[in-house]
């Protein structure tokens, strides 16, 4: 089984740009991983594709040879979907398919377009990520069904709406100097606390932004980059994925995030390491609730403990394990389809050193992404580390 190196890594800024197409941000996200790996168009063996509602925001469907006549790439190409772990699936599929030694190259990423089906086609759009009959038609969207888990969380286990407010605080804080960030904003508890309320306890200031943008990352078998002599320090060393049900009333739990329990389980048994081992993170923080959900999930902190680690400081930028250095989905932004693959192109630059917040774990040597989709119903998680 061959290891999986990151060779390279590409991201458009995340925000509004209402003129450009999907194609046209892709192109630039994998021209930068293209150029950062150092390789050959044409050494490129396959294309695997995140991407969530395209088909309603451009009424494209059949998206993978697009994207690969848009990477300037002629290989196969896949689209992945599975909500806002699209890309986060394709990854993981990357990394079997390089493992089992059928591809020595292949791009993979994702794409989506947002900002221009404006914030009601946008929230109908990622509404579709939920259970049409039993949910959507109910009137369920993702800010109400975010706010039900965490009123379920404070039920159960306790904690605030200040609570919440410190995460946002410091993943705003973490994406000042990113400069592929859409909010490059500093904000206090105070601006959160008094920010309109989107559903109880949510407000504007838990929730993520509607973004367009791009993410590419170029994976590698160990023995193409030994042959090629490219500098490629971060493997891909642990990948799980888990699942729970579509519904909400259909599950056991709602403070929980059962399909991210397993997939970290999952990909630590397979990376070979254990929480303890983690020193930096990437999660899912679509709202600020599904941070605390997602770093119980991967075991950095007890269940019931990690509503008040942001307030405490253990998972700022200075802190024990400092999660969400890029700003999170939170600050950074949120396009879709894009989110999986920009995660895992955010902590292979922590780890490498060349990211404006690097100097905050400039000695770690093991980080873990969480993507989720929809309410958790599929979640993925990878283990990165610098190889020996």
């Given at each position: 089984?061959?290891d999986v190196?990151i060779?390279g ?12 197409t999907s ?36 009424h494209?469907?059949?998206q993978?040879?697009?994207?690969a006549e ?6 196969p190409?896949?689209?992945f979907e599975s909500?806002c772990?699209s ?10 398919r ?5 591809t ?11 900002t221009n089906m ?10 579709i990520?939920a259970d ?20 379920a969380y ?16 410091k ?17 206090t ?7 309109p309320?989107?559903?109880d ?26 042959e ?6 971060v493997?891909?060393t642990g ?12 599950r056991?739990?709602l403070a ?11 990909a ?10 983690v020193?930096v993170?990437?999660v899912?923080?679509c709202?600020?609730?599904?941070e ?8 950095l902190?007890e269940?019931g403990?990690?509503i008040?680690?942001a307030r405490r400081g253990?998972?700022?930028?200075d ?9 999170g989905l939170?600050?950074k932004?949120h396009p879709v ?10 902590l ?6 060349d ?12 980080g873990v ?9 599929s979640c ?9």
């Open positions: 089984m061959s190196r060779a890594v590409g991201l458009t800024r995340f925000g509004e740009f209402p003129d450009r194609r046209d941000l892709f192109a630039e996200a994998s021209g930068a991983a293209i150029e950062d790996a150092g390789i050959d168009r044409s050494d490129v063996e396959a294309l695997f594709y995140g991407n969530f509602m395209g088909a309603l925001a451009e494209q469907g059949h993978g040879p697009l994207m848009a990477a300037g790439v002629s290989a190409a896949t689209r909500a772990c890309s986060g699936v394709a990854v993981r599929e990357a990394v079997k390089v493992r089992n030694g059928e020595d190259v292949l791009l993979v990423g994702g794409a989506e377009r947002m404006g914030t009601a086609g946008a929230t109908e759009a990622l509404a990520a049409d009959l039993w949910e959507v038609r109910a009137g369920m969207n993702f800010p109400g069904a975010y706010a039900l888990m965490a009123r404070f039920e159960e286990y306790g904690g605030s709406q200040e609570d919440l407010a410190h995460v946002a605080v993943n705003h804080f973490n994406a000042l100097e990113n400069e592929m960030a859409q909010y490059q904003k500093e904000i508890v105070d601006d959160v606390l008094e920010a309320t989107v559903s306890p949510i407000g504007l200031y838990d929730s993520c932004p509607i973004s367009d943008g791009a993410a590419a990352v170029v994976l590698v078998s160990d023995e193409y980059a030994r090629q002599g490219i500098d490629a320090p493997a891909v990948t799980g994925q888990g699942g729970d049900r579509m519904a909400l009333h259909d056991d739990h929980r995030s059962p399909a991210a329990d397993f997939a970290a389980e999952e630590y048994d397979d990376a070979g390491v254990g929480p303890d081992d020193e993170a990437e899912h923080d709202f600020t609730v599904a605390v959900l997602a770093i119980e999930s991967l075991g902190f269940v403990e990690g008040d680690a253990e998972t700022s930028h802190g024990a394990v400092p999660v969400n250095l890029s700003g939170k600050a932004g389809g894009a989110t999986g693959a920009s995660q895992i192109a955010e292979t630059s922590l780890l490498r050193g990211h404006v917040n690097s100097e905050h774990v400039e000695d770690a040597t093991c992404a969480h993507n989720a989709g929809g309410t958790v119903a993925v998680v990878h283990v990165l580390e610098v190889a020996q």
